[in-house]
C-alpha cells in the first residue's frame, strides 16, 4: 500500500508540473490576445479619425 501512495503522489506531482506549464502557455497566448487587441484599438482610433475628416 505504501508503495502504491508513494507512486500516486510521483504521478501527481507530474500532473501538476504539466499543469504548471500549460498556464504558462496560456500567459503566453493571453499577452499575445492583449497586444492584439491594443492593435485593434489602435486601428480603430485611425477609423475613426478618417471618419472626422
Known sequence: ????KAKKKVA???ATK???TKKKATKKKATK???TKKA???KAKK???KKKK
Open 47 to 49: 477609423k475613426k479619425a
Open 40 to 42: 485593434t484599438k489602435k
Open 1 to 4: 500500500m505504501a508503495k502504491k
Open 33 to 35: 490576445k492583449k497586444a
Open 18 to 20: 504539466k499543469k504548471a
Open 12 to 14: 501527481k506531482k507530474k
